[in-house]
């Protein structure tokens, strides 16, 4: 009587396994997902503010657009595939959003490389695609996720 009772309960609990762990799963694999977007906006944001550092000039030679997307790319290391917005030099006020999962784009105001006082403003516009297929579902092409920097000029 008593091995048959302790064989019940061992079925029991393989049905309480197939049943919660799905939902186990999901919320571990999402909380990875979530780190793994605080974790790009956390790089992106460091990169535009020195991006925007290197844009302002301390010294000769004044700055240039290709010493900002430098400064950018050498923030981010390996891992981002981030370009210049395709829409510079023409668009002075809105940033093309990316299309690509997990690629983006730096864009930078006027301004730089310009001798007296003003603002220099660096954005980076980064598509997240989560890995978790719901969550990817539920997004849809993926989340745009940007930050922006901007500094005056004082010389």
């Known amino acids: 009587m ?19 762990s799905p939902v186990f799963f999901l919320l571990l694999l999402g909380t990875i997902d979530l780190g793994r977007a605080v974790y790009i906006y956390n790089t ?36 981002f595939a981030l370009a210049a917005d395709p829409c510079l030099p023409g668009c002075t006020t809105t940033p093309t959003t990316p299309t690509q999962p997990n690629t983006g784009y730096i864009w930078y105001g006027p301004g730089i490389g310009t001798p007296g006082r003003g603002e220099v403003t660096v954005k980076i516009s980064f598509l997240f695609q989560p ?12 989340v745009v996720i940007s930050a922006q920097s901007t500094m005056v000029t004082e010389y």
């Open 2 to 20: 008593r091995k048959s009772l302790l064989r019940r309960h061992a079925g029991q609990s393989m049905v309480e396994f197939a049943v919660l």
């Open 131 to 142: 890995w978790i297929p719901v969550v990817r579902d539920a997004a849809g092409d993926g």
């Open 44 to 79: 992106i944001s460091d990169a535009a503010r020195e991006g925007t550092r290197a844009a302002i000039p301390f010294d000769t030679p004044l700055p240039s657009n290709a010493t900002v997307v430098a400064a950018v790319q050498s923030k981010l290391g390996g891992g």
